[in-house]
């Protein structure tokens, strides 16, 4: 592969992250805790029921919309709206823009400001840039190799070392893990733990990285639920893997936590 982007490149889409959220909640805020009409895509999870409203589809449209504009050579993936090959397959690096337009649908419909926007950057090897936006919230978060941020200021994960002292997270322990041996792994995570909280979506992650919790664990996810996530995390200071140590990137079970002697504590239940 080529080179990794640098500072400058970085600075360039970092401007134009904060440009897709704009555009983004000019289509979610003004429909947020107001009757919406729910569709259902169907089955996912073993449940017979995944929401989606007009404020995904719209948000997602404008998104793509702006980096077409913009990049016209990068490629998109997008929940609501599948996967745009734009870039030629000699080019040295193949940018992919990861898009999920309201993470958190079920807390948007029963307005809840859980959910976020999250958009990353994949440049052929990783999800090297990464944003959430509750604009409900007014919070922001980015992050990079270089760090992440809230509205700009830097924020760091906690220096939780122990799970008897970790407060944990997950969306639904009761429906939104893919097998229920999934659903056994973190109760026992959650037993050891001192404090769990559950049901945040996409803003348990933040919360992680700005150091109020210490563990999300989930599965069944896809990749654009969780590469936004990823530079925001690390960025931070915490870690995000899989539940076998590898990548998150492509989704799967997954577990964030605080530092790294915290993770091998977790990764060591779930997979006991």
Avoid at 37 to 56: F, S, W
Avoid at 101 to 111: E, F, K, N, Q, V
Avoid at 115 to 135: K, S, V, Y
């Amino acid at each position: 592969m080529g080179r990794s982007p640098g500072t400058e490149e970085i600075k360039e889409y970092s401007d134009f992250l904060n440009r897709l959220a704009d555009a983004a909640a000019q289509t979610t805020l003004p429909m947020f805790k107001k009757p919406l009409e729910v569709t259902n895509k169907g089955r996912k999870l073993g449940l017979d029921y995944d929401p989606v409203t007009q404020a995904d589809r719209q948000a997602e449209d404008a998104i793509r919309q702006l980096i077409k504009g913009r990049y016209p050579d990068h490629n998109i993936l997008g929940e609501e709206h599948g996967a745009e090959q734009n870039s030629s397959s000699d080019k040295d690096r193949q940018y992919t823009w990861v898009i999920d337009p309201i993470d958190g649908t079920r807390a948007y419909i029963c307005g809840i400001p859980t959910w976020g926007t999250l958009i990353a950057l994949n440049d052929g090897e990783r999800p090297f840039i990464g944003m959430l936006d509750q604009p409900y919230l007014k919070e922001r978060y980015m992050g990079t190799s270089k760090g992440s941020y809230l509205n700009n200021d830097a924020i760091y994960s906690r220096t939780c070392m122990e799970i008897s002292q970790a407060t944990v997270s997950t969306t639904d322990p009761t429906q939104f893990f893919s097998t229920p041996e999934d659903a056994i792994a973190f109760g026992r995570v959650a037993d050891k733990a001192q404090l769990v909280r559950n049901g945040y979506d996409c803003y348990a992650y933040a919360m992680v990285a700005a150091g109020f919790m210490d563990v999300v664990i989930e599965s069944g996810l896809e990749a654009y639920d969780i590469q936004a996530l990823i530079p925001i995390i690390e960025g931070a200071g915490g870690m995000i893997t899989g539940w076998d140590g590898g990548t998150a990137s492509n989704g799967g079970q997954v577990v964030a936590s605080a530092t790294a002697k915290l993770h091998e504590q977790v990764l060591d239940l779930l997979n006991s």
